[in-house]
């Protein structure tokens, strides 16, 4: 009987795109996909560690496999779990997870698979594809550096290449993803110093973003977006009347807001094929937070950039990542986050109450000590009050 597999992927769209690499690597073995997971030899997790709660589903989904599959699949635990364990030196997160599923037949680290798998996608026309993995930032709440290691970015001939490839079997919209594609090609621009030559032919100067204030991180990515931009649709295939053929549509996650440069802004204000619809995390609205976040803004410059950007982009629709309750948060700090997003006008946001992650900065350094009813009640106002406008109008007439 030939074997199969079925992929159950936890988290962000970077998990996704790396299932649908890990789908083309059991491919490549001879493997089969199993349409469901009861009925797959083997079960590969793709998990997540964002929060503690993502942590727990994936032991009770392995817990639950163990128990109730009559199969008795090989089951696979990968991605951030995996990623944390392989950089943990002292080998104890292994232990505990080991210990936590010992269910689990192999840890598979995401750099066995590789990069050099083309992903298996369901789609057509909507595509995710990665220019770049892992982050530089350090954030102090956040686990990605721990789990996905620094930032190394995808050749930009690879990223066009495969834009190119996916625009001649019809996609009109591509999503570029990267823990934080504003900084894309800072490794790749290192010893440019009179310029980098884009696949194009075309000779350009790496922008500068900023970095810890100061103006000193060289990047691609504007010029990514442009070249994206270019890719027309393969001249065999047949055109739908009124439509350009080719990207149609190019949006982009995750970017920070201190590297959002005006010359990125310039791009998109340029290239009606980019998405306005831009996602700008801003975790908290007072200045001593973000500085204990290790985030490299005050209040103030992320509102002018908010500013900057619908100057140039009126139709702009700003959404946001907030963390309530991180260590220490004073309700008047917690206000000023209140007051922020009031002057923002976000689109939408998503809330997270604060959870401690290890190996992080902010869990070796602070008690979290916000009480859990207490973060309940802050993701509530201001849950209500981005995300439910209406129904907040509502209640009050
Ligand atoms: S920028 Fe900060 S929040 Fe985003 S992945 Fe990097 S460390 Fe995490």
């Known amino acids: 009987m030939s074997q199969t597999f079925f992929i159950k992927t936890f988290g962000c769209q970077q998990n996704v795109a790396d299932s649908q690499r890990i ?9 089969k996909p199993s349409k469901t997971i009861k009925g797959a030899s083997e079960i590969v997790i793709n998990t997540c560690m964002i929060r503690q709660s993502a942590e727990d589903r994936v032991t009770g989904l392995v817990k639950n496999i163990a128990k109730s599959h009559k199969l008795k699949p090989k089951l696979v635990i ?42 298996l996608r369901n789609e057509v026309e909507k595509a995710w594809v990665p220019i770049s993995n892992g982050c530089n930032n350090f954030c102090t709440f956040c686990v990605v550096p721990f789990t996905r290691g620094r930032e190394v970015s995808r050749p930009f001939a690879d990223v066009i290449d495969e834009i190119k490839d996916l625009a001649s ?18 490794d790749l621009v290192k010893n440019a110093t009179k310029g980098y030559e884009l696949p194009s032919g075309r000779i350009v100067k790496p922008v ?45 996650i995750s970017s920070n807001p201190w590297d959002f440069s005006d ?36 209040r103030e410059e992320y509102l002018d950039l908010l500013k900057r950007i619908r100057n140039k982009i009126p139709n702009a629709q700003i959404s946001t990542d907030i963390i309530v309750g991180f260590p220490k948060e004073t309700k008047s700090q917690f206000q000023n986050t209140v007051k922020l997003a009031k002057e923002a006008n976000f689109a939408y946001a998503y809330v997270a109450k604060y959870s401690s992650r290890p190996n992080t900065a902010a869990t070796k350094a602070f ?19 981005i995300n439910h406008k209406g129904s907040l109008r509502t209640a009050v007439h």
Request: net charge positive.
């Open 169 to 186: 079997k019809g996609c009109k919209e591509v999503t570029l993803l990267g823990q934080n594609v504003n900084s894309y090609g800072a």
């Open 78 to 119: 990968t991605g951030c779990m995996v990623g944390m364990a392989t950089r943990d030196e002292s080998g104890k997160y292994l232990r505990d997870l080991r210990k936590r599923m010992p269910e689990v037949d192999e840890f598979l680290p995401l750099e066995e698979v590789g990069f050099d798998y083309p992903a």
């Open 23 to 31: 789908a083309s690597y059991y491919l490549a073995r001879g493997y």
């Open 367 to 385: 008690d979290d000590n916000v009480p859990y009813a207490e973060k309940e009640r802050r993701f509530h106002i201001l849950d209500q009050l």
């Open 263 to 298: 010359e990125l802004i310039d791009v998109i204000a340029k290239n009606p094929k980019i998405d306005r619809n831009l996602h700008l995390a801003v975790q908290a609205g007072d200045d001593k937070i973000l500085k204990r976040m290790n985030r490299w803004y005050t």
């Open 208 to 252: 500068m973003v900023k970095h810890l204030g100061r103006f000193r991180i060289p990047t691609l990515f504007p010029y990514l977006l442009e070249e994206v931009c270019r890719i027309k649709a393969s001249p065999s295939r047949p055109r739908i009347a009124g439509r350009s053929g080719g990207i149609q549509t190019v949006k982009f």
